[in-house]
């Protein structure tokens, strides 16, 4: 029952790796599918985030505005703070039901975890392995800019609100170079789930 956990910065190409690892049969769970899934009309989550910070945080059919919440709690440490009270405990349970169900149903599922702020949240989860995607920060915001569409200044600021580089590095078992080519990735990648039995047992002892 192998349980990987996989991040990296914005623009670090993690989700390159996720599509890799999932066309070799791991479960993939997205955490911010997650996020979205328990923000959605309705929910308790949603219900706290518009009593924390006002209705205008959603749009008028009653789902979430996430522009308007973006620009109410970024840059602003304690509104980040609330926030991440009311969906983090959200998400880490709908997790951990994911993990679960796929578990049972094969229970010799790879399941990877692809989640953004593993080291902000949830590096103390007892994770087989962290995998980390890493590339520059320099190469990361380049990246921002020229597909998609943000400003120097906004992809400076994206890559400066989560954790350092160093950070990352510090918690990983296996870290995938993304500053080559894709081909380069997923050669990685493909290294990587023929090796993930060893690497598992490795860190265990």
């Not at 791991?26 to 309705?42: C, E, K, L, M, T």
């Not at 080291?119 to 007892?126: G, I, K, N, Q, S």
């Not at 995998?131 to 998609?148: K, N």
């Not at 890559?159 to 950070?167: F, G, H, K, L, T």
Request: glycine share 6%.
């Amino acid at each position: 029952m192998p349980l990987v956990a996989l991040t990296g910065g914005i623009a670090s190409g993690k989700s390159t790796i996720a599509r890799r690892l999932a066309e070799h049969g791991a479960v993939v769970v997205d955490a911010d599918q997650i996020v979205r899934d328990v923000q959605q009309p309705g929910s308790s989550v949603l219900a706290a985030i518009a009593a924390e910070f006002g209705e205008g945080m959603l749009r008028r059919d009653g789902s979430l505005d996430r522009a308007a919440l973006g620009g109410r709690v970024f840059g602003d440490d304690a509104a980040v703070k609330r926030l991440n009270a009311i969906v983090h405990p959200a998400v880490r349970a709908e997790s951990a039901r994911r993990f679960a169900a796929a578990f049972a149903a094969d229970p010799d599922a790879v399941v990877v975890y692809d989640v953004p702020l593993l080291v902000e949240a949830r590096v103390d989860d007892p994770w087989q392995l962290i995998v980390v995607a890493h590339a520059p920060s320099d190469t990361r915001r380049r990246r921002l800019v020229e597909l998609r569409g943000m400003s120097d200044k906004e992809a400076a600021a994206r890559i400066s609100s989560q954790a350092d580089d160093e950070a990352r590095l510090a918690i990983a078992d296996v870290v995938i170079d993304t500053t080559g080519s894709i081909d380069d990735t997923n050669r990685q990648v493909d290294e990587l789930w023929a090796a993930l039995p060893e690497r598992i047992t490795a860190r265990a002892t």
